[in-house]
């Protein structure tokens, strides 16, 4: 159908029921052909949906009514502003359905990319494993404010689905009791802060360590108000002294209310520069900027499985691309002779080489650079590894990357990814060039979302003469 006569669509009212839920967690149904999405909406279940909007092949339609009986995996969603906020997309399926949904999105994107290669016949995508806790588990939040001059009001919230409008909230279902508790603290706190400084206020930054307790904020707040460092100081000085002796407090000086606070570096105006959790008996200092997966729980059981996968296949020279903070190099440095990190990012570098020292491992070394850059020069100087992991953002691997590995040709390589769409072109490559994908594990590292994590194990295939 034309664009034209999509767009005569919008507007129009029918009665729809979804096949199945896309990547973003909506329901996908077709009308006269053509696919149109609807949010909330599960598959075998009846509504009557308006046409919202129309892109280029696709309608996408509103919910108004739901008719007959609901499915068995729609559950009630907790969160007052569930459906209104970007944050969660899955809170109306069941927990099983989303585990069940993750497993399928996994396999969807694999069966499609390596689609008329031998790799597709065994390819078995393992259940995934579900989180600690379903609700509650973030450790990490950034959480957008604005201030209402009109009824002198502060306002704390979430963005609504790819914008920067204010949702406006006081509590969330994902991030850890503590956390909340941290938050309503800092709320209470600004209250009495002076309008200008409210004002100049556009996130703020909360993290914790569950191994140790230490909790960090940071307000993220427009570079000329100077003042508010005074009125953080007397925030933290007013605290009883058992909360603030695990609390560091800073403060990220940004131009923009919708810059991320952590894209430059946070001043530490009390407490210590980092906070301090432990995972499998290993220690990890983490500064403000610094990435750690946001569950810590579920981060523990991935770490675990690809301690398992690589076990198997003693390394003598292991290579981490995208290490973070360190914590899968450090977590592997027994199963392998030497092991590189490699991390763009400075802050994280630097606190992957603190964590090396303090958990006195000696025989791990962190380079600060882009994989990009890094690796093939490596390779081409026949500085090789026989065991390759990758953790890459949800862009995932640059072409140059993906030569580098296939030329230092490792007998063991594990793609460790947040996206499934990157995951699935990334792999095909690998599946064309004498790699056997021996495992595909997903993780529910994000549960409530459509976020999908997934641990792929890969070995060279013995050639045979
Ligand atoms: N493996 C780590 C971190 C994974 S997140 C852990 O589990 O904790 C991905 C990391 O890749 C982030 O730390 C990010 O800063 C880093 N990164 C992003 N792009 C990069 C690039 N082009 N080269 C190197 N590191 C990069």
Known sequence: MPKSELLSCVGQQVTLSPIRINDDGEGVATLEGVTIFVPHLLPGEVANVRVQSAGRSFLRGEMIERLGTESKDRVHPPC????????????????????LHKQKVVEHHLRRSL??????????VQPTIASPSPYGYRNHVQIPVRYDGQKDKLLFGFYAPSSHELVPTED?????????????????GMETWPRELKAAIHHLHLREAVATGQQMIIWAVQAEYEKVVEHIQKFYQNLESSLRKLLTVGINRTSHETDRPNSRRADILAGSSWIEEELLGVRFRLSAESFFQVNSAQAEQLYRHVIDRLQKHSATRLLD?????GTLSLLLSPYAKTVVGVESVRASVENARQNAEINHIFNVQFIEDTVEHWLPRQISD??????????????????????????ANPQTFLYVSC???????????FAENGYQITSV?????????SH???????VRKVVTT
């Open 441 to 449: 594990q997903p993780f529910d590292m994000f549960p409530q979302t």
């Open 172 to 188: 969330c279902w994902l991030i850890s009791p503590r956390l909340m508790l941290l938050w309503q603290a800092v709320r209470k």
């Open 321 to 325: 691309a995208y290490s973070g903070t």
């Open 382 to 407: 026949n500085d090789s590894f026989d065991t390759i992991l990758v953790d890459p953002p949800r862009k995932g691997l640059h072409s140059e990357v993906i030569s580098a590995i296939l030329k």
């Open 419 to 429: 996206n499934p769409v990157t995951l699935a072109r990334d792999l095909r490559p």
């Open 452 to 458: 999908v994590e997934c641990v792929v194990t890969l």
């Open 115 to 124: 689609r008329g290669l031998p790799a597709i016949e065994n390819l078995q």
């Open 80 to 99: 007052s502003v569930f459906g209104q906020c970007g944050g969660c997309q899955l809170q109306h399926l069941s927990y099983r359905g989303q585990l």
